[in-house]
């Protein structure tokens, strides 16, 4: 009878190690699998996680990969390929995902990853990403998004690529870019109605998270992810909406209820939403140091001229579209030259560049007054300027009257000053 209780003992103990070995290992391991169509031959498949950039590489075999590990918490990750016949820097294909502890598999065609920032082409599609309950809403946001994504991109064609520039249009064309303009407002503002929505319903979540941390940052590649790479439609990052303080702190305080996320989190958002209140019209202009071509410093505050207003060029010799933008920079300089619009130059070229930099002044005939401070420096950390070209406006009195804004936005921000 003892055996018989001891065998009884042993085959329970056997069986609960067996469920809690099976309970581990459904809980405490991923795989992710993928299949994509149109390729042969052997590559690269990377799995980057998205802010510590940290790399898993598998073979990449006629479309198939397969990566296991384990994801404590569930992170963003880019997960891109090198194909048999690419470089890295000729052709990216990407796409973001979560990665979650159990089974994620990625299908589609490797031709629809071809794309770059920027591509608007809406018969492009995602990447199928299927298993992991924040890929779930993920897919879901998108979806609900997709029309609204891709009747943006039709309209920012039209306010990137007027068939007349700004400056020699009429009356008439002008009115009509306005009402594009208009248009483009508002499906982003329904887009962001959209994106709130989410942020509420799924508070508890790592993708609430990013969802409040991207829109405070307005982080050039969440925005991508958000838009499916492509979905900005051409249009720059600084270009959105920036929320209220008002409605950032109203997001903070619902993720500090939650009870989901670590002190080390809501204490970085909180940082965030800090600084970026410093950023917001009407705040006051923020000083810095800067250098002459000469190498001399001096602070940026003794640049600004009384009673004019200031526009910042943030560029660099080696960004093509600040290059581009240098003519239309030209343009606004003749064009309010009797208004005396102090225009200056601060090339984010590091300091080992200093001959390029001043290369590129000279080719391009940049005649307004140029600087230089470093991409890391703490002017550039103080603007949160994470990309260029960027420009930053300084009304008369010192005040921040916009930051990340150019092109055709900036013809209209320039006629409303000077009613022209």
């Known amino acids: 009878m003892q055996k018989k209780v001891a065998h009884f003992l042993l085959l329970g103990v056997f069986c609960f190690a067996l469920l809690s070995c099976n ?86 065609s490797y031709k ?85 929505k989410y942020i509420n319903k799924y508070s508890k979540t790592q993708l609430a998270y990013d969802f409040v941390f991207a829109s405070i940052a307005r982080d050039y590649h969440y925005e991508e992810w958000f838009d499916e790479n492509r979905a900005h439609g051409n249009r720059y990052p600084e270009d959105f909406s920036i929320p209220s303080n008002e409605k950032v702190e109203q997001w903070i305080s619902l993720l500090k209820q939650q009870n989901s996320f670590s002190k080390q989190q809501l204490d970085t958002l909180q940082v965030l939403a800090n600084e970026c209140k410093k950023l917001t019209s009407g705040a006051n202009f923020i000083d810095g140091m800067i250098y002459t071509p000469e190498g001399d410093s001096l602070l940026l505050g003794s640049k600004l001229e009384k009673g004019k207003y200031t526009l910042i060029d943030c560029w660099a010799s080696w960004c093509h579209p600040c290059r581009a933008s240098i003519p239309h920079l030209k343009q606004l300089k003749q064009k309010y030259e009797d208004e005396n619009l102090n225009i200056l130059g601060l090339s984010l070229d590091a300091s080992s ?29 103080a603007y949160n300027i994470s990309s260029i070209p960027n420009i930053i406006l300084i009304t008369p009195d010192k005040k921040i009257l916009k930051i990340g804004v150019r092109g055709f936005d900036l013809d209209l921000m320039l006629k409303r000053i000077y009613g022209y």
């Open 23 to 108: 309970d581990i290992n459904k809980q405490a391991s991923y795989v992710l699998t993928g299949n994509l169509s149109g390729i042969k031959g052997e590559g690269v498949a990377i799995l980057q996680q998205y802010k510590t950039y940290m790399e898993d590489t598998v073979p990449f075999i006629d479309g198939k990969f397969k990566f296991e590990g384990v994801q404590n918490t569930p992170e963003l990750y880019r997960l891109y390929f090198i194909g048999p016949n690419d470089s890295l820097i000729e052709q990216l294909k990407s796409d973001l995902l979560y990665i979650e502890n159990g089974t994620i598999q990625c299908s589609g």
């Open 112 to 196: 629809d990853l071809m794309y770059y920032i920027g591509n608007s082409d809406t018969s492009l599609v995602r990447m199928s990403v299927k298993g992991g309950k924040l890929n779930d809403i993920y897919n879901a946001y998108l979806n609900e998004t997709r029309f609204i994504v891709n009747k943006a991109s039709v309209v920012c064609e039209k306010l990137e690529n007027p068939k007349v520039a700004p400056e020699n249009m009429s009356k008439a064309q002008l009115e009509e870019l306005l009402g594009w303009q208009a248009q483009l407002d508002s499906l982003l503002a329904e887009r962001d109605n959209i994106k709130e």
């Open 353 to 381: 560049m200093k001959e390029q930099w001043l290369n590129a002044v000279e080719k391009e005939g940049m005649t307004w007054p140029q600087f230089q401070v470093e991409f890391n420096s703490k002017l550039s950390k």
